[in-house]
């Protein structure tokens, strides 16, 4: 309850000065005792592993889990903390506020320069159609893109994804226009005419395909394998945290197995969470290549299929930030450790 102002500036009548006086050095320690609250919140000292997940559909089982008490029953202290986009995620990542994430493998490269020196603790899934580029009725084909304005979010994976559909038409980033916007205001200014395309993903491409005569230029089933979403964790986790993260691990791929076993109780949980229908949900995780956990061991590997695709990340180190003050092989061996 906020209290009134003249309650803090003036004692309540009937008590004394004197008595007043007492609570005084209470009121003046109270900032301190906020902060120091608020520090072993987001400091790493606090014993919940915190987790940022922002709307996917491949992050979907994360929540599920949650929702049916798969997480708690492992034992895991953790807490899933809901951002509206990846940037706002990753950002909150990068300040120390949380202990991981779930990314793109793009994000995921970007960040391998931080001092925690954070690591792949698991790949959830390949986009297989999912991460499209979108354009309106006037746009024909990639060629009519030039000199035309296309929106994307100021993230390394967009960044990425658009760069690698403008080079398979022999295109350059320079023949376009960039337009940076989150991905809510994207579709936004998309439907009401403002951008002639955009670099869109679930759930919001489902309202951008909704615009009449809108087509796809390119999706991720162009480049197989290349847009993997993985979770992404700090190196300097305490020895209760990595307990917690192999409960949340082992609790996300039991709700995979819940799906499969009553798919339409738990497709209509995580289409409400991602506040789009269940058969649009269903569609858009066939466009989903979901990693299995047998999967894992061989992939979090120097030598897999994943470490090919990070090399691939590594011939346009001017799409990644700092992580280009990286030789591809560091970026490698700091991601995809050796056990």
Not at 20 to 39: C, E, N, R, S
């Amino acid at each position: 309850m906020t209290a009134r102002k003249s309650e803090w500036t003036h004692p309540r009548p009937g008590l004394s000065s004197t008595k007043f006086g007492l609570y005084l050095p209470i009121l003046t320690l109270l900032p301190v005792i906020l902060f120091a609250l608020a520090k072993s919140r987001f400091d790493g000292t606090s014993s919940e592993l915190r987790i940022g997940i922002n709307p996917w559909p491949g992050y979907e089982f994360a929540t599920l889990a949650d929702e049916l008490g798969l997480i708690e029953a492992t034992g895991a202290k953790v807490r899933l903390l809901e951002f509206s986009s990846l940037n706002d995620s990753r950002r909150a990542f990068e300040r120390g506020q949380l202990d991981g994430l779930f990314c793109t493998l793009s994000d995921a490269v970007a960040c391998s320069t931080m001092a925690t020196s954070p690591y792949i603790a698991a790949v959830t899934d390949y986009s297989n159609g999912c991460d499209a580029l979108v354009a309106s009725s006037s746009i024909q084909s990639m060629s009519d893109l030039i000199g035309k304005r296309i929106g994307i979010e100021p993230n390394a994976l967009a960044k990425y994804f658009l760069t690698r559909a403008l080079e398979h038409n022999t295109l350059r980033i320079d023949d376009v226009v960039l337009v940076e916007f989150p991905q809510e205001r994207l579709v936004r200014e998309f439907m009401s005419g403002q951008l002639e395309a955009i670099v869109t993903y679930p759930p919001f491409l489902v309202n951008a395909s909704k615009l009449d005569g809108c087509r796809t230029l390119f999706s991720s089933q162009n480049i197989p394998f290349e847009i993997a979403d993985v979770l992404l964790v700090s190196s300097q986790l305490s020895a209760d945290k990595r307990r917690s993260l192999d409960g949340l691990l082992d609790a996300f791929f039991r709700a995979r197995d819940k799906h499969l076993e009553h798919p339409q109780e738990c497709l209509e949980l995580m289409a409400r969470h991602e506040r789009i229908s269940t058969n649009e949900l269903k569609e858009l995780l066939q466009m989903t290549k979901l990693v299995s956990r047998s999967e894992q061991a061989e992939l979090l590997t120097p030598t897999s299929k994943l470490a090919e695709t990070i090399r691939l990340h590594g011939e346009f180190p001017q799409l990644f930030g700092n992580a280009a003050s990286n030789t591809i092989e560091r970026t490698i061996e700091v991601l995809l450790p050796a056990k």
